[in-house]
């Protein structure tokens, strides 16, 4: 044995592609075996393509086959990577951690802006990059960090993320400059953007079959981005009314200590790689497959793009730093896009554009998201710095959005495979729309339930329709090679 080769397996499943893996297992138990994916239709030919506009029926569930298992109060089978509902629901609640982590963040240090900027002399540009260094890392490091998570190990890689998400919290409560508080959001936002994908991958690797209970479990993990936000806000109004805004990040750092050892018992060993492959033949596939070039050019094209919106209004749009940062940030991200379409095990497979159903969706959500996170920061900004409110105070104005949060998520979970889900994307898109319009004609002196409340409402109903259609309803073989 000691003198023979160690033959290198093919490349891991993608995080999209393990919903159709044969290796979805906790004690090496087959996800529905008895329900086959049939290989997708060319969707570059139109003749395969449904007739008709929007999204397509198969984002309906109930035309989907139904599945004959074993059910549990008629909400489908449970996943045998989970030995129990307690099981399956804890694990849920860590999916939804995990996708809240960065939003939660934000919430949590955007009601407190007012008081770290005053506390540490910082500039406006520097106030700004509290929440935006987490946004931006978050976003720039998931594809690359989503495909280290599928190579080496998507368990794993969700607790170091939990784990480390909580040590640099705490790191900020010491914050003592303003290099060192922006610093550490940012490496915040790495540590969120290790746990997405592997929630991601284990969800979509487990709940490989339609039915209400995907919908359920979909329904909880999409809440988990908008409502982090509120929920972080509240908790960390409450914590610095008490203590102080340190506290914040100390509560912080409290709460996801806990989730981090919770995983340990709540995460299955759903991974894209084979059963039982040694660790030494996964790190000699990793140096091989990694797309390490696709990495650096996203996280430097998204980080320059970024950082040159942020900066252009306070330094002005014709500095040369600004004109910079922003044609190089698009340049690499063009060449991103190329360089994806030439090497053989890519971050993000070109062909899943080719699906106009998948295309259409985030073209949709696009948008509404980057409106949702950037109205609820200005928004508590402006409650701080022109109404003189205080960050409780502040928190308890976007516990409406918490609240009606909740409600649509059950409402939204509950008729997805009812409802045209075209429907769904659309009310969300007006829903957005008309809660920015209110934020943009409100003034200082604006009544609060005229203007503040309706717009909280709005967003929120949004960010969850749109969020649950994306989530559950891009059809996992989109991502198949």
Known sequence: MGDQKEEI?????????????SYLTDDIVPISPETPIQPPADASDPESQPAGGGIEPILNHHDQPKHHSRLNLNLGPRPPCFPSTLRESLFILQATNATAASSFFQGATAIITFSIGADLSMTQGEITWITASTA??????QLGLGQLADLLGRRATFIIGMGSFSALALLGAFARDPLWMDVVCGAVGVCSAMVVPPAIGIMGAAYGVPSKRKNLAFSAFGAGNPLGFVFGSILSGVATKIFGW???FVLIAILWACFTVLAFWTIPRVEAYPVGQPLKTRLRLFV??????????TIFGTGLLTAGITLGPTDGWKAPHIVAMLVLG??????????????????????????????????????????????????????????????????VHLIPQAVAGLIYNIIAGSVLHRINNTLLVAVGSVSYTASNILLAL??????????????????????DFQFNVANVCVPPFLFMV
């Open 9 to 21: 397996p093919p490349p891991p499943l993608s995080t999209g592609e393990a919903s159709s893996s």
């Open 136 to 141: 931006l890392t978050a976003g720039a490091f």
């Open 246 to 248: 340190r506290a914040a």
């Open 288 to 297: 091989r497959t990694f797309d390490s070039v696709g990495t650096v050019l």
């Open 330 to 395: 698009a340049i690499l991200l063009v060449v991103f896009v190329f360089w994806e379409r030439i090497y053989p095990h890519p971050l993000m497979p070109p062909h899943i554009w080719k699906d106009r159903n998948f295309t259409f969706i985030i073209l949709a959500c696009l948008p509404g998201y980057m409106a949702f996170l950037s109205s609820n920061f200005w928004l508590a900004f402006f409650m701080q710095s022109l109404q003189h409110l205080s960050p409780l105070t502040v928190a």
């Open 442 to 463: 409100m003034r200082p002196d604006s009544p609060y339930w005229g203007f503040v409340f309706p717009a909280l409402i709005l967003s929120v109903v949004g960010a």
